[in-house]
C-alpha cells in the first residue's frame, strides 16, 4: 500500500536551503535538518552497516572523524540503538565551519566515490521522509504500507518539533515527483518489479484530466 497523494507530489529535501531542522525553535542558521537527535538503527545488522561503513571515512570527508575512532553509536537505556551526539547532534554531521560544508559525512563519501549512499547510511536517514510500516496479520500475512513520515510518527517527541518537512509547503518546491526523485530509495523499499508496477501505476494517474487529482494537503491548506 502507498501514500500516492505523498508520492506524486513535489516534495523534495531543503536541508540548507528553508529547513528550519526539528529543534523546539526554527534553527537553520544550525544546518542540522532532521539529525539534531541522531539517528535511531531499526536493528543491529543496520548499526553494524553503518560502523563497517564509518571505518572508510577520512578526516576530509568527516568532521568528527577522531572521536568516531572510539565508537559512533550507544545503547540508550531503554534499548534503543542510536548513533553517538557530538555537539549536540549526530556524530557524523558535519557542521558548517567544516571544510567540506555542513552534512552527512556517509553521504559525502558517497559522492566522493560516485556509491549510493543507501548502503551506508543508517536506514532510518536514507528512507527519510518515507516510512515503511510492515503489518503482520494473524494469518501471517503481511501488510506493508509506505507512507510519508509524520510530526505523529515520532511518538511523544515529535510535539517538540518546531517544524516538519512534511507539514511545510516551502518544501514542496522540487521539479520532479517524488516517485521519480526517490526512486531508488523505493526501489530499495520494495524491489525492481513492485516500484515498476508502482511507476506504471502513478504514470497512469497522471494522464487524468487535470482537476480530478487532489494535491497534497499542505498545498491545499496553502490555497
Known sequence: MFDVTFLE?????????????VLTGPTPELVQGCCSYGAHFTDEKDRQ???KAAKHLT???WQFRAKGK????????????????????CIFLNRPDFHRGPG????????????SYIPLKPEVCWQLPLRRDDEVQESGHVITRIAQWNRSDWGAGGDEFHWWCTEDARAF??????????????TAMVG????????????KRAT????????HPVLRRKA
Not at 525492481?192 to 504514470?203: F, N, P, R, S
Request: net charge negative; charged share 25%; proline share 2%.
Open 49 to 51: 552497516r553503518v560502523e
Open 104 to 115: 552527512c559525512a556517509l553521504h559525502v563519501m558517497s559522492i566522493d566515490n560516485n556509491e
Open 9 to 21: 507530489s513535489n516534495w523534495t529535501c531543503i536541508f540548507g536551503d528553508g529547513c528550519q531542522g
Open 192 to 203: 525492481k518489479v513492485v516500484y515498476g508496477q508502482l511507476l506504471a501505476y502513478m504514470d
Open 70 to 89: 572510539e565508537g559512533t553509536t550507544r545503547v540508550k537505556r531503554n534499548g534503543e540503538i542510536v548513533t553517538k551526539l557530538v555537539k549536540d547532534a
Open 59 to 61: 578526516d576530509d570527508q
Open 208 to 215: 487524468q484530466p487535470k482537476g480530478t487529482l487532489l494535491p
Open 173 to 186: 518546491v522540487g521539479k520532479n515527483r517524488v516517485v521519480d526523485s526517490m526512486a531508488e530509495e523505493l
